[in-house]
Structures are given as structure tokens and as C-alpha cells.
């Protein structure tokens, strides 16, 4: 009975995503003036398959193996389930018979069911199988993929993202730099910094220190103190400086659920 | 606005009702992996944090750390345009937000799948109407649209790194890998495909019969 109720939870889970992953995905094509969803680096990944099938698919694939012995091992598909192998392959079987991107993958309608047969299959099969897959491809997928990805999430994007900031001006390179030094020291990844960065230099290029732009720079510190305080770069801070963390701080922690070392 | 972008598929409600599918199908795996230890919507470190919780501990480290992915993601994805599923859905919704109401005492939304295919799509929907209306009062009522397209470029261009980037990482796992990825990125290069496809599969081919030593 439960091999069949994880099944049929699966289908209707993988077609709910896959339809919100695979919208999400083509919107992003239409992005700032239609609101996407999905990630910059889906967005970079979906581009440099150039609308290639065979490319999607291949990317897609390589993925499938990790995320598979994730799931038999752990029970966690791991995100790339929705950043990667949902859209990917979602774009595959649409270009498989329409090259033009304009028509397939850049249309949110077509995506959105695509995505969600993909998703239905694939999050099935993937809960469903304590499957055997080959240990050595497994091991090519994690031992070449995962690097990979790791190295462009970090320090490829940043970089990137980085250069990009000081390009477009003056204001928007300081606000990158400061807040990606920032980003990375608190949340480990330069990127939400950088992009918290141009977005602040380029408002405030755009239309001067407004309403918009101060409640912006206001949210934005907020949200840097808030997420160093939730991980704990506040107690960090104070051990690297060898200053001796105040009782009242550790008992701050408690309070809100978070164990201090 | 041109032309394309126009009509339902493009519309901001049709926006909400995305949120709300993706983060319903989200939510309802977090409950599969709740009853039957499979199918949680994220990477195992993350999903070790819930794991932590469920197993007798604290539900802080899951709840506080899903609440400020979510609640930064949230801030950013109007204003850039693209809503961060990893962080703000995955993490937030699907991580966080079941924490919290574990912590509480909350289980009924873990346990019953209609019931947690609902409340995720109750938190969907609430978290794409915020986006909108931050959108509303910040890109819709400027005339700047804050960057994003510099934020596209770069992020366009990042893509570009990832076909040489695989073919590096399979040199470093062996010498059959890497001799299969520098070959299959070099014929799809060639035959005008993107790289990157190339390499995966002459790495996978070659490891295949040459499996990577431990």
C-alpha cells in the first residue's frame, strides 16, 4: 500500500512543480518587465545550452544521477531537481521539435506543461526506485558535476556579477563592493550582495535618494543584520577578535533558538 | 511593453498562481519526507537541519535559518525580477516554514497530504502577492528599473564559464574522464553545440568503463 500512496503523491507533487518551475523558467526570458522564477544561474545554465535538445538534455541528465543517489540515500532530491532537471529537460522535449526558443522555451505556456510531465515522471521515478543505478556514472556525475557547479556558484558568479557592478558605474561598483565583501562574510556567497548593490546604485542613479530607494537601503541593512545575527556572524565576529562573547548575547541567541558554541 | 509579453501566462496573477503550485508541490514533499523519509525538495545538508529537529532537537537552526533565506529572497526577487525558488521556496518554504510549525507544536499540515498540499499553497499565493506589491511600489511607480538589466547581463554571462568548467573538473577526477570530456566538448564545439553537453557525456562515457578510483 505505501509504495503505491508514495507514487500517487509523487505524480500530483511533480506535476504542481514542474508546472510552477517550468512558467517560472520561461518568465524569467521576459524578466524585469514580467516577474520570473527560478534562479540567475538556471537562467545562465538554460542560455549556455544555446537551445540545443541534445545540450538540455545531456544537462539535465548529468544531474538526474546525483540528485538520484541523494534521494535513495538521504530521502532529499537535492534543489536541482527544480533548477535544473525540470527546466532543462522541460526545454529539451519542447526543442526537440521547434528550435525557434522564441516559441518554445521563452513561452510560459508551453513550458508550464511540459514542466509539469516532466516533473510528474521524474519526481515519480525518483521516489518510487530505490534504484540501481551504475556506481561508476553516479561517481562521474558527483565527481565532475557537483565541482563544476560548486566553482561556478563560487567564485565564477561573484566575479562575474562583480565586474558587471563596476562596469556600470561608479555608485553601483562602491554599493557592489561593499555589500558583496559584506554578502560573502555573513552569507558566503558574494552574489545577493552584489545584486542588493547595483540595484541600490542604480536606483539612486536613476531617480535620486527618494522614498523608494531610502526604504530599499533601510530594508537591505535590516536584512544584513538580521541573517548575521541568525547565523551567528555576530558570536563569530567577537571569537575572531578574540573578544569574549557577552552573556546577555548568548542568552539573545537562546531566546530566538540558536544554540552559541 | 512589447507585444509577447502580454496575456494571461505573462499576467502578475498568473505570477501568483505559480507561487502557489510550486510551493503547495514544495510543502507536500517536505510532508512525504516527514511520513515516508523521501522526497524532501532539497539538498541533504539542508534537509539534515529539519532531520535534526524531527529526531528530538531543536527546530532553531531549520526555522532560523529557511526564515532569513526566505525573507531575502522575498526582498530581492521583485526588485531583480527573478524569484529565487532555491532560497525563498525550497529553503524558506519547504525547509523553514515546516520548522517553525514543528517547533510550535504544528503537525497536522506535516502529516496530512491534502492538508499540506493547502497550506502550501495558502503560503504560495501570500508570498507572490508580497512580491507584487513590492513590485508595485518600487520598479511600477519609478521610472528605474534598478539594475536588473545588468543583473541579466551578468547573470547570462555566467553561463558561459560552466561548459570549461566541467571539462576542468573532469581532467582533475581522472585521466579517462577528462580525455572523454576534452573529446566530447571539442566534437560538439565543432558541430556548433554548446560545450558543455559535449563534456558531460564523453566524462560519463568514459567513466563508464573507466570508473574513478576512490
Not at chain 1, 558605474?169 to 558566503?188: F, P, Y
Amino acid at each position: 500500500m505505501e509504495p503505491l500512496i508514495i507514487i500517487l503523491e509523487s505524480i500530483i507533487i511533480g506535476a504542481l512543480v514542474g508546472f510552477g518551475v517550468g512558467a517560472g523558467a520561461a518568465r524569467m526570458f521576459h524578466a524585469p518587465t514580467v516577474q520570473g522564477m527560478g534562479a540567475f544561474r538556471t537562467l545562465g545554465e538554460l542560455n549556455a545550452c544555446e537551445g540545443d535538445s541534445i545540450s538540455h538534455f545531456s544537462f539535465g541528465l548529468g544531474f538526474l544521477f546525483n540528485s538520484w543517489a541523494s534521494v535513495v540515500g538521504a530521502g532529499a532530491l537535492t534543489q536541482d531537481v527544480e533548477h535544473r532537471i525540470i527546466p532543462n529537460w522541460a526545454a529539451a522535449t519542447l526543442l526537440w521539435r521547434n528550435k525557434k526558443v522564441e516559441q518554445t522555451l521563452h513561452n510560459p505556456k508551453k513550458m508550464a506543461f511540459a514542466g509539469a510531465i516532466v516533473g510528474m515522471i521524474v519526481v515519480a521515478v525518483m521516489n518510487s526506485t530505490a534504484a540501481s543505478i551504475p556506481e561508476s556514472m553516479r561517481q562521474v556525475a558527483t565527481e565532475v558535476l557537483v565541482p563544476a557547479a560548486d566553482w561556478l556558484i563560487n567564485p565564477i558568479m561573484p566575479i562575474v556579477f562583480w565586474t558587471a557592478a563596476m562596469d556600470a558605474g561608479k555608485r553601483t561598483g562602491v554599493w557592489g563592493t561593499v555589500l558583496g565583501g559584506l554578502a560573502h562574510l555573513i552569507m558566503g556567497n558574494a552574489v545577493p550582495g552584489i545584486v542588493l548593490g547595483i540595484l541600490i546604485g542604480k536606483g539612486v542613479d536613476d531617480s535620486g535618494w527618494n522614498r523608494i530607494t531610502k526604504t530599499l537601503v533601510t530594508a537591505v541593512i535590516l536584512l544584513f543584520l538580521l541573517s548575521g545575527f541568525f547565523r551567528g556572524f555576530d558570536v563569530e565576529l567577537l571569537h575572531s577578535i578574540q573578544v569574549d562573547v557577552p552573556q546577555w548575547l548568548i542568552e539573545l541567541h537562546k531566546f530566538v533558538g540558536s544554540e552559541v558554541k | 511593453m512589447d507585444i509577447r509579453t502580454k496575456g494571461f501566462w505573462y499576467s502578475e496573477s498568473a505570477f501568483i498562481l505559480f507561487v502557489a503550485c510550486l510551493s503547495a508541490g514544495i510543502f507536500a514533499g517536505t510532508h512525504m519526507y516527514y511520513v515516508y523519509h523521501v522526497g524532501a525538495f532539497n539538498e541533504i545538508a539542508i534537509v539534515a537541519l529539519l532531520e535534526a529537529g524531527i529526531k528530538g532537537g531543536s527546530f532553531g537552526a531549520a526555522a532560523a535559518f529557511g526564515a532569513s533565506f526566505l525573507f531575502a529572497r522575498v526582498l530581492e526577487g521583485p526588485l531583480v525580477g527573478i524569484l529565487d525558488i532555491g532560497g525563498a521556496l525550497q529553503t524558506g518554504v519547504g525547509i523553514g516554514i515546516p520548522a517553525l510549525m514543528l517547533a510550535a507544536g504544528l503537525t497536522a499540515p506535516l502529516t496530512s497530504f491534502p492538508l499540506a498540499l493547502l497550506t502550501g499553497a495558502v503560503i504560495g499565493a501570500a508570498i507572490g502577492l508580497v512580491i507584487l506589491l513590492i513590485r508595485k511600489y518600487t520598479i511600477n511607480s519609478s521610472n528605474s528599473t534598478f539594475g536588473s538589466d545588468v543583473m541579466m547581463g551578468a547573470g547570462n554571462a555566467a553561463g558561459r564559464y560552466l561548459g570549461p568548467l566541467i571539462v576542468i573538473a573532469a581532467v582533475m577526477a581522472s585521466i579517462p574522464v577528462g580525455i572523454g570530456a576534452t573529446a566530447g566538448a571539442a566534437v560538439f564545439y565543432a558541430y556548433k553545440k554548446p560545450i558543455a553537453g559535449g563534456a558531460i557525456l564523453g566524462a560519463m562515457i568514459m567513466g563508464l568503463f573507466f570508473p574513478i578510483a576512490k
